[in-house]
């Protein structure tokens, strides 16, 4: 069985990390850092969102499940069914204070958003 891969399928995470992230309604919640990925599966398992802050300084990240975000190519980024009061109530750290993506952790995130 021969599998094949368009192009469109796969992305490179440097095209990912930078990319706005939207609510449903439009808004601009902040844009991707990072993703975490399963060392055991290879499959994204967290897009790290940079919310608040100005200018970047104070920015806090909020991990946000990657089966959340969905595509959308008319804004040219990722749209998220969260609002910013939600968002600002999420598990959430500063840049410099990465926390082990534990079971803990992951259990806390994934409980927050209905995982």
């Known amino acids: ?5 368009s192009a469109h399928d796969v992305i490179s995470s440097d095209r990912v990390e ?3 992230v939207y609510n449903t309604a439009g808004e ?17 398992r ?28 008319s804004q040219d980024g990722y749209v998220v069914p969260l609002d910013k009061a939600k968002l600002e109530g ?3 750290y500063a840049g410099d204070r990465v926390p082990d993506y534990d079971e803990t952790y992951r259990s806390t995130v994934d409980k927050y958003y209905g995982f």
């Open 28 to 44: 601009k919640l902040g844009s991707i850092d990072d993703l975490m990925i399963d060392k055991i599966s290879g499959q994204v």
């Open 90 to 92: 999420a598990p959430s």
């Open 46 to 73: 967290y897009a790290v969102m940079e919310f608040g802050g100005f200018l970047g300084m104070g920015t806090d990240r909020y991990p946000i499940p990657w089966n959340m975000l969905k595509y959308d190519t």
């Open 18 to 20: 930078g990319t706005t």
């Open 1 to 5: 069985m021969t599998t094949t891969t």
